[in-house]
């Protein structure tokens, strides 16, 4: 992440869903296409290197962005181009866990330790890892992803062991299934889980599973490979008082929970077939959307909100060194939205641009 632009920039897209506003307006008023170039900017202007956006409304469909794809070039975002969608994954990662409870080779209120012994708490089940209620430590908290803290170990290599044990060591932050916290640390334990059970990496599951099938050809898992291959626009952050290119780290440091390369064209399309029922049987379907008391707006991997205008959105944000992203659609599917910003070295507020974007088109 970057220093005070890049603190706001993610945070922002982080968080937005928990503070979304807008007012009612009519079913058939059409999306501004001129409102949403103009939110676009105003990120661009404020924090962003560059934002590149992707919006359907009915059958039409409408990209558009604002910045530049490098810093000191006049070389435009790609319109297709590739992001580091960050906890976007999670819905891939939640997608695979509940295939895997439709075959009965999971079961969601089952201990994490009937497959994964000793690993956790023993009274934490495969559910509340999903839903974000396992009292577990977050692991990112303990990391710095600031640029300058993150530069001496943006390339590292970390193993799924490393990262669960950033947390294991700590103490549980709250009985489990009490409280719900967002918490990476549940999401790498579940890419171990799948691993656990598919006997294969969890890159190859999420392949066979999920891209291959939907031919989304411009997604992959990275595994610990720092590039971003195919075109792509560049983030930018300080490191010792110097604009520095952050575009490439090693993705390990969150490869379940947040490590997936995309577009926001295969987004649409893998969140089109999953909220269609495409992906999972009628009972895991069913179970992917359920909330409870103690976590209202997140069912399994997936955000489920009630704007204060009446309208219900679903799918997820993302947050990660350098880019910021979001997915999010009305459970028809008649209005949906994918859009990812590289950080730059900006120092404003891109909020204002953030919730004109989502007022505009889901409200």
């Not at 560059?50 to 910045?67: C, H, K, L, P, W």
Request: with cysteine.
């Amino acid at each position: 992440m970057l220093d005070a632009m890049g603190t706001r920039l993610l945070a922002t897209v982080a968080a937005f869903s928990l503070l979304f506003t807008g007012t009612a307006v009519a079913d058939d008023q059409q999306i501004d296409r001129k409102i949403v170039q103009q939110a676009l900017d105003q990120i661009t202007s404020t924090a962003a290197q560059g934002a590149q956006i992707r919006v359907t409304e009915g059958r039409d469909s409408f990209t558009a962005r604002s910045g530049t794809a490098e810093l000191g070039s006049t070389r435009p975002v790609p319109r297709s181009g590739r992001f580091r969608a960050g906890s976007i994954t999670k819905t891939f990662t939640a997608t695979v866990v509940l295939q895997l409870a439709g075959e009965g080779k999971v079961e969601l209120d089952a201990p994490v330790v009937r497959y994964l012994p000793g690993l956790v708490d023993a009274r934490i089940t495969v559910r509340q890892l999903l839903q974000h209620t396992s009292g577990l430590y977050n692991y990112t908290n303990a990391i710095g992803f600031q640029p300058q803290e993150f530069e001496p170990i943006r390339f590292k290599q970390w193993t799924p062991a490393e990262l669960i044990a950033i947390s294991t060591s700590r103490p549980l932050q709250f009985e489990p299934g009490t409280k719900w916290e967002y918490n990476n640390t549940g999401f790498v334990i579940l890419g171990q889980l799948i691993e656990k059970i598919t006997k294969q990496s969890y890159e190859r599951t999420v392949q066979q599973r999920i891209l291959k099938p939907l031919h989304l050809n411009d997604t992959t898992p990275p595994g610990d490979n720092p590039n971003i291959h195919g075109p792509h626009a560049h983030s930018y952050g300080l490191v010792n008082g110097e604009p520095t290119d952050t575009t490439r780290w090693n993705p390990s440091v969150f490869w379940a929970v947040g490590d997936i390369i995309t577009t926001t064209k295969d987004l649409d399309t893998f969140y089109a077939a999953l909220l269609s029922g495409k992906l999972l049987k009628p009972a895991q379907q069913t179970e992917l959307m359920k909330t409870t008391p103690v976590s209202p707006e997140y069912g399994l991997g997936l955000f489920i909100q009630k704007a204060p205008c009446g309208t219900t959105i679903i799918g997820h944000t993302g947050a990660v060194p350098g880019f910021g992203s979001y997915a999010f659609y009305t459970p028809d599917l008649q209005r949906r939205v994918e859009m990812s910003a590289t950080a730059g070295l900006g120092t404003g507020d891109p909020s204002p641009g953030y919730f004109g974007l989502l007022e505009e088109i889901f409200c």
